[in-house]
């Protein structure tokens, strides 16, 4: 079965540069949920869409962006990286509004130096 | 608020023993999501169950057992003859279940099975 794709798998990124992750649903999820986990940490909610609209935000720093695209793709957009933007982050979807089935991708590790 | 509180940080135990994880959980609303979720040293999360909050049967799935007790806001997760496969860091969470809700992720148990 087709599960949620995120790329890069990894990442390397110096301060101050500008990194974009994607995340792929799975096909006919139209909600999408981004999650920072630092080391040793518990995922962190950032932002979710639904329908392309955004519809929650957590602790999303300015510096970050992201939309979801009319294929209901999304991309996470981290400018003016700081070290401690290094963590994993995952993206999640589900079908419909309510976050019944949250599967989550492999993650995009970025490390920033 | 919603919150989850897993109590154990790491445990450790040989392989064959059985253990389980402690997970408690606070919420307001009166219909949620109580899921599991298992991170291996590889870093993904690899999803194991879902509880919606009116179905308060146990479940089991071979060597994987879950005990919902509402009473006391405890979703505890039992592995039955662990095996060092299951080492691994593992998630308690919760979300709304009436409303497009994010995942809230307990601090996580980080589960050693020694050999």
């Known amino acids: 079965a087709a599960g949620v794709i995120q790329s890069p798998r990894h990442l390397i990124k110096e301060k101050r540069e500008t990194a974009t992750l994607k995340c792929y649903p799975i096909?006919?999820?139209?909600?999408v949920y981004w999650y920072q986990q630092g080391p040793g940490q518990d995922p962190q909610f950032l932002i979710s869409?639904?329908?392309?609209?955004?519809?929650d935000k957590g602790s999303i720093p300015d510096r970050f962006s992201a939309q979801q695209f009319s294929d209901y793709h999304s991309e996470l957009n981290m400018s003016s990286l700081e070290l401690g933007d290094s963590a994993l982050y995952f993206c999640?979807?589900?079908?419909?509004?309510?976050?019944?089935?949250?599967?989550f991708g492999q993650g995009t590790r970025l490390t920033v130096v | 608020a919603q919150k989850v509180t897993q109590a154990q940080t790491e445990i450790s135990v040989v392989e064959k023993e059985d253990v389980t994880l402690d997970c408690v959980y606070e919420?307001?609303?009166?219909?949620?999501?109580l899921f599991w979720y298992k991170q291996p040293p590889s870093g993904e999360l690899v999803f194991l169950i879902r509880?919606?909050?009116?179905?308060?049967q146990n479940e089991i799935s071979g060597r994987y057992s879950w005990n919902f007790q509402k009473s006391t806001s405890s979703f505890n997760f039992t592995i039955t003859a662990s095996q060092v496969v299951d080492s691994a860091v593992y998630f308690c969470?919760?979300?709304?279940?009436?409303?497009?809700?994010?995942?809230?992720f307990g601090k996580g148990t980080r589960l050693h099975i020694l050999p």
């Open positions: 999640a979807s589900s079908p419909g509004r309510v976050n019944t089935e949250a599967f």
């Open positions: 096909p006919r999820h139209d909600t």
């Open positions: 869409f639904y329908e392309k609209m955004q519809s």
């Open positions: 919420t307001r609303d009166t219909t949620y999501y």
């Open positions: 509880r919606n909050s009116f179905d308060e």
């Open positions: 969470a919760l979300s709304a279940a009436n409303r497009d809700d994010k995942i809230i």
